[in-house]
Structures are given as structure tokens and as C-alpha cells.
Antibody, heavy 118, light 111 residues
Framework: EVQLVESGGGLVQPGGSLRLSCAASGFTFSTYTMNWVRQAPGKGLEWVSYISTTSSTIYYADSVKGRFTISRDNAKNSLYLQMNSLRDEDTAVYYC???????????WGQGTLVTVSS | QSALTQPASVSGSPGQSITISCTGTSSDVGGYNYVSWYQQHPGKAPKLMIYDVSNRPSGLSNRFSGSKSGSTASLTISGLQAEDEADYYCSSYTSSSTVVVFGGGTKLTVL
């Protein structure tokens, strides 16, 4: 069974940093692309970042470019999102999401809440 | 404002069929067959319903179907059931620097 378990969310002040982690199991992690997708309270889904299987290709949404860094450790079956210079508008549930064999997500984690507030 | 345009809400009675539209541009929906649809119940993670415009994941009910005409994609749910009541989001690959865009979501109410 595919499982994606996020951790690292919490309350942080504007301008602060946070590192999210996603532990993957139930599939061969190194053969799948991965994504982070977020959802602000009461709002829709927003794609945040994509990383290829070998980390050779990485994309970011314009809203986080230059502030967030996605990475993965295939030996540890883990995905990460380093978030710096956090803003109020970054407040959201952040989902770890496995890429399908194309431009879609086939499995989602349960999400971790990040709250940016003073 | 979302890159893809969806109606805010749709409704239907049990047994009926409904269609949710997702309108983009030639840079996303109209230019590529990479449209996907997700169902999200309150407080839950999204679930993949359709990928690559019209493909269903293994095990998913054939009551759900997808199509595309020009820059507008559609999700059709036939034989509406109470458990279909949820939010539905479309998504597409885009040639812009963003790479992936979502619609604003559509709330489906089963009357």
C-alpha cells in the first residue's frame, strides 16, 4: 500500500523558516517523480514544486521561487521542502504527492499544516 | 485567480448526470493532453479521478469520465450518488514556468 506521511508543519513567524519532510513507503520511491501541493484554509489546490527521480529536474511555482527548495533522498525514501522567508500567504496544508507516469498526481499524503503568523 | 476556470458549484439529483467544465488556454488545456481531475471530500486529501484527459485509475467507477474539446476539459459523473458530493479540481500541464496549474475547484451538491 502506498503511504506518504508528511511532518514538520507548525506555527512560524513571518520571515521564518520551516522544513517539511515526507516519508514514503509501499512503492519504489526512486522510480517516481514527486511534488508538493498546498491548500490555503478554505481555498483551492495550488501546485508548489516538482522534482524528478534523480533530482536533475526541479520546478517551482512562481509564488515560491527563490524562497522554497525541494529535495529528495532516495536512499531514505524521503522528500523534503525547505521553506524560507515565509509569508502570511504561505499558510496552508502542504501535501506530499507522488507523480503519475505523466503530469498528474496519483497518490497524496494526508498533509501537514503550516501557519505563518506573528 | 486560478489559471484554469471552473464553475464554483454544480448540483444534481441522485441518478442524474452532471458535467463540470474546466477552461484554459492553448498554453495548457488546449495544447496538451495532460488534464487530470481530483475529488476532495471535506478534511480529506484529494483523490485522482481522471488523468491524461480521459483515463481512469484502476478500480475507479466507470461513472466518472473525462473529455476535452479545444481549451475546455470536462468531467462527467453519471448515475449521481450521495457519496459523490465533494469538491472537484481540474489540473493541467502548462508551458509556462509554473508547469502545473489547477482550477479553482467546483463544489458538487447531490440534492
Amino acid at each position: 500500500e502506498v503511504q506518504l506521511v508528511e511532518s514538520g508543519g507548525g506555527l512560524v513567524q513571518p520571515g521564518g523558516s520551516l522544513r517539511l519532510s515526507c516519508a514514503a513507503s509501499g512503492f519504489t520511491f526512486s522510480t517516481y517523480t514527486m511534488n508538493w501541493v498546498r491548500q490555503a484554509p478554505g481555498k483551492g489546490l495550488e501546485w508548489v514544486s516538482y522534482i524528478s527521480t534523480t533530482s536533475s529536474t526541479i520546478y517551482y511555482a512562481d509564488s515560491v521561487k527563490g524562497r522554497f527548495t525541494i529535495s529528495r533522498d532516495n536512499a531514505k525514501n524521503s522528500l523534503y521542502l525547505q521553506m524560507n522567508s515565509l509569508r502570511d500567504e504561505d499558510t496552508a496544508v502542504y501535501y506530499c504527492a507522488r507523480g503519475g507516469r505523466g503530469w498528474y498526481v496519483d497518490y497524496w499524503g494526508q498533509g501537514t499544516l503550516v501557519t505563518v503568523s506573528s | 485567480q486560478s489559471a484554469l476556470t471552473q464553475p464554483a458549484s454544480v448540483s444534481g439529483s441522485p441518478g442524474q448526470s452532471i458535467t463540470i467544465s474546466c477552461t484554459g488556454t492553448s498554453s495548457d488545456v488546449g495544447g496538451y493532453n495532460y488534464v487530470s481531475w481530483y475529488q476532495q471530500h471535506p478534511g480529506k486529501a484529494p483523490k485522482l479521478m481522471i488523468y491524461d484527459v480521459s483515463n481512469r485509475p484502476s478500480g475507479l467507477s466507470n461513472r466518472f469520465s473525462g473529455s476535452k474539446s479545444g481549451s475546455t476539459a470536462s468531467l462527467t459523473i453519471s448515475g449521481l450518488q450521495a457519496e459523490d458530493e465533494a469538491d472537484y479540481y481540474c489540473s493541467s500541464y502548462t508551458s509556462s514556468s509554473t508547469v502545473v496549474v489547477f482550477g479553482g475547484g467546483t463544489k458538487l451538491t447531490v440534492l
